[in-house]
């Protein structure tokens, strides 16, 4: 078990593309006005809220946070064939390294400390499980067919050595589902505060960001939803000035088959997933660092309290029998 907190890469510069957002909402009120952007991004509704002096301002600024998440999507998707994960995915086997730039060294030494701090929970390669496990089908993968993908997950088989990176093995791949989302969060927060902005959240798909308060210094009160109700039903709240909140649960993309459900968050060293915890949420210093702990948390089970603790942060569980269990630092 390692104790000391996971550290973690800085968000990207802001990118020049500019992609146009729908026209804001003025929320303008005596103190503190904001401005409401939507738009869909890595297959999510995503939305910002801009406190600026003007809706010129914050459209101009919104623009830089969209195009930021834009250009990672492009970057990292795994459905794009000209995307660097892409690449490297397709040598897979061949023997070939593929050189990689400077920011996705960064994820990728992410990646490799997350393994380490999460004894090997957390596992990039594991996305090649995903080919048996249909959630949409309602119908279980056989052991024989998990067992037969699992000899082709395992970070430690990766050869990274900072600059390159290769997969050893035929149908390897890695997938940056597990932290892309988080990461153009607070790459889209470094957009908008170099764009002068101070005051405001992001939300990709329910991963919020928060860049600073209202300008007359009030927080935003920010929800937790009941696993196990409708969307707009909040189980507890609470209200963040600047950082991250974020939730990993079971609730996400499930099927359920003879009463027992079977969530997206699979355990790498078994292929099936997890069943511990309804969701697990974390407040943290930055989306990219909340995103990843509540993930562990989920992977841990009865361990998630300890590994959260040993992190300091903030966070809130909910068990399968529906109990609440909260911490702050």
């Not at 390669?125 to 496990?133: A, D, E, K, M, N």
């Not at 509540?294 to 089970?301: N, V, W, Y």
Request: proline share 5%.
């Amino acid at each position: 078990m390692h104790a000391e907190p996971i550290a973690m890469p800085a968000p990207s510069s802001v990118a020049n593309a500019v992609w146009s957002v729908t026209r804001p909402a003025d929320r303008s009120g005596d103190h503190a006005p904001d401005y409401g952007f939507e738009f869909r991004a890595m297959g999510t509704l995503c939305r910002l809220r801009v406190c600026a002096p003007s809706a010129q301002v914050a459209t101009q600024a919104a623009e830089r946070a969209v195009a930021e998440v834009r250009r990672l999507e492009v970057k990292y998707s795994r459905y794009r064939a000209d995307s660097i994960v892409s690449r490297i995915n397709t040598a897979a086997g061949n023997g070939e390294p593929v050189v990689v730039d400077q920011e996705t060294a960064a994820l990728l030494n992410f990646a490799a400390q997350l393994h380490l701090h999460s004894d090997g929970l957390f596992d990039i390669t594991s996305g090649v499980l995903r080919r048996v496990w249909d959630f949409g089908s309602g119908r279980l993968p056989s052991d024989d067919a998990v067992r037969a993908l699992l000899p082709l997950v395992g970070w430690q088989q990766v050869r990274w050595d900072g600059e390159v990176i290769s997969l050893p093995q035929a149908g390897m791949e890695l997938d940056f589902g597990g932290f892309a989302k988080e990461y153009a969060a607070d790459s889209a927060a470094a957009a908008l505060m170099a764009a002068g902005i101070a005051g405001g959240t992001i939300n990709l798909g329910g991963d919020l960001r928060i860049i600073g308060p209202h300008p007359d210094g009030q927080p935003w009160r920010l929800g937790v939803a009941n696993p196990r109700r409708p969307a707009d039903d909040v189980i507890a709240s609470l209200a963040l000035s600047e950082g991250a909140l974020t939730t990993s649960g079971d609730y996400e993309r499930f099927m359920d088959v003879d009463g027992h459900r079977y969530c997206h968050i699979l355990n790498p060293h078994s292929g099936w997933p997890v069943s511990h915890w309804q969701s697990v949420s974390v407040a943290g210093p930055s989306c990219l660092a909340a995103g990843a702990l509540s993930t562990i948390a989920m992977l841990k089970g009865d361990q998630a309290h300890q590994f959260l603790r040993e992190q300091g942060v903030d966070f809130l569980t909910i068990a399968q029998d529906g109990v609440v269990h909260e911490e702050s630092v």
